[in-house]
């Protein structure tokens, strides 16, 4: 469509010229969401972004929950809470979620972690940022997908089970980073020049122990989402 009204009843303007393209329309925020996502996945993090939706669904149901106590340098206990562990592990491997809206969780959890008996369900589902409040009310329908991950008759809410089930979403979430990792390193190293080559292959074989450490870890149980 040429749209020329503007200049149609002006004689001195002159026609817009067929060869001007038209100024895309602006993406509504839901379209861009959309668009960015489609993008992430065709660069092949489809399967990262599924582990961050987990990671994403722990923080919105039990970000609050203590899932264990440990001892600080002056031998205080202190209580580790399932948003503290997720926010730390990332920061400690110096990770960012991909998923605009998952990172986005991540990020509010960080600014509250301080925040002593904070209701992570109430609070994301009415927070005031539409696509956090209802991309939080999704995940707390997929109920069964942390309540299925282990056959086990202990209640999610229970401790022990807690600190089982984050410790091992965040350790298959770390083997889909390492995963990647290695298959970046092994096209790298296929294209190395004779200068570089034995840093890669040093850093190689340090993604192949850490893969060892988190197949260790992860045991042989499996997610099947």
């Known amino acids: 469509e040429n749209n020329t009204s503007e200049t149609a009843d002006s004689g001195s303007e002159k026609p817009e010229s067929p060869d001007e393209k038209a100024p ?104 005031p940022e539409t696509f956090v409040s209802l991309t939080a009310a999704s995940l707390m329908e997929e109920r069964y997908q942390l309540s299925n991950l282990f056959k086990d008759s202990k209640p999610v809410e229970d401790e022990n089970y807690l600190f089982k089930l984050t410790r091992h979403i965040m350790a298959d979430y770390q083997m889909e980073v390492v995963r990647l990792e290695i298959k970046k390193i092994e096209k790298e190293i296929q294209e190395a020049s004779s200068d570089n080559l034995a840093s890669l292959q040093t850093r190689y074989q340090q993604l192949l122990a850490a893969r060892a450490q988190l197949s260790k870890e992860l045991g042989e149980r499996i997610i099947n989402l």
């Open 24 to 127: 895309k329309p602006q993406l509504s925020p839901e379209d861009q969401l959309r668009q960015d996502i489609r993008a992430l996945k065709r660069e092949g993090l489809g399967p990262m972004m599924d582990k961050e939706r987990l990671l994403s669904q722990l923080i919105v149901r039990y970000g609050g929950k203590v899932m264990c106590t440990f001892q600080d340098d002056e031998g205080q206990d202190q209580e580790m809470t399932v948003g503290k562990f997720i926010v730390g592990s990332l920061q400690n491997d110096g990770l960012e979620f991909h998923h605009p809206v998952y990172k986005r969780f991540v990020e509010i959890m960080a600014e509250h972690l301080e925040e002593k008996d904070l209701n992570t369900e109430k609070f994301f589902m009415s927070h």
